[in-house]
T-cell receptor
Framework: NAGVTQTPKFQVLKTGQSMTLQCAQD?????MSWYRQDPGMGLRLIHYSVGAGITDQGEVPNGYNVSRSTTEDFPLRLLSAAPSQTSVYFC?????????????FGQGTRLTVV | TQLLEQSPQFLSIQEGENLTVYCNSS?????LQWYRQEPGEGPVLLVTVVTGGEVKKLKRLTFQFGDARKDSSLHITAAQPGDTGLYLCRLSDNFNKFYFGSGTKLNVKP
């Protein structure tokens, strides 16, 4: 059972480059989210999705796009990378709208923008 | 908007000591979760508390949900080096958004 899979694990980009962080889950979860985690800090919500075809913005959406064409996949696109986007990115999925359902996380993508 | 405040931000203690970390919000929430994150990994769920005043125990960890459902605490008895990690609380704003607190980074020294 793979759970939540993120690729790549590490990435270095030059300022202005674009790229897509991949996230896939095999648990048939409706809810998926992207978070970023800066050193020594908690997770900040970038974008989230409550089902295929439905996405919305979180706390820090600027500079990122998402789409949800299938239940399984929720890619995060950086349009024009900036050094301020250097961070560790986590994708999470869970089943249901209630706050008492467990969120499952990928192992993260460590992104450095130079 | 920071919905959740966690304290302390950092905690470094010796093995065998007790500690308490806190998660506070200005809003009432229906449930709250505690997660632990180890370096290089994603957070993993420890517990969910739902009812005001609820107390849950997980071995040496005791979780409490405030009576007014605006705060929660995590108490660790006789901390061990294996407890080292980042402790995060998580809640929903009831509009499909799920937020994490800023976390408490715990280091337990042998």
């Amino acid at each position: 059972n793979a759970g939540v899979t993120q690729t790549p694990k590490f990435q270095v980009l030059k300022t202005g480059q674009s790229m897509t962080l991949q996230c896939a889950q095999d648990m048939n979860h409706e809810y998926m989210s992207w978070y970023r985690q800066d050193p020594g800090m908690g997770l900040r919500l970038i974008h989230y999705s409550v089902g295929a075809g439905i996405t919305d913005q979180g706390e820090v959406p600027n500079g990122y796009n998402v789409s949800r064409s299938t239940t399984e996949d929720f890619p995060l696109r950086l349009l024009s990378a900036a050094p301020s986007q250097t961070s560790v990115y986590f994708c999470a999925s869970w089943d249901g709208a209630f706050g008492n359902t467990e969120a499952f996380f990928g192992q993260g993508t460590r992104l450095t923008v130079v | 908007t920071q919905l959740l405040e966690q304290s302390p931000q950092f905690l470094s203690i010796q093995e065998g000591e007790n500690l308490t970390v806190y998660c506070n919000s200005s809003s009432v929430f229906s449930s709250l979760q505690w997660y632990r994150q180890e370096p290089g990994e994603g957070p993993v769920l420890l517990v969910t508390v739902v009812t005001g005043g609820e107390v849950k125990k997980l071995k040496r960890l005791t979780f409490q949900f405030g009576d007014a459902r605006k705060d929660s605490s995590l108490h660790i008895t006789a901390a061990q080096p294996g407890d080292t990690g980042l402790y995060l609380c998580r809640l929903s704003d009831n509009f499909n958004k799920f937020y994490f607190g800023s976390g408490t980074k715990l280091n337990v020294k042998p």
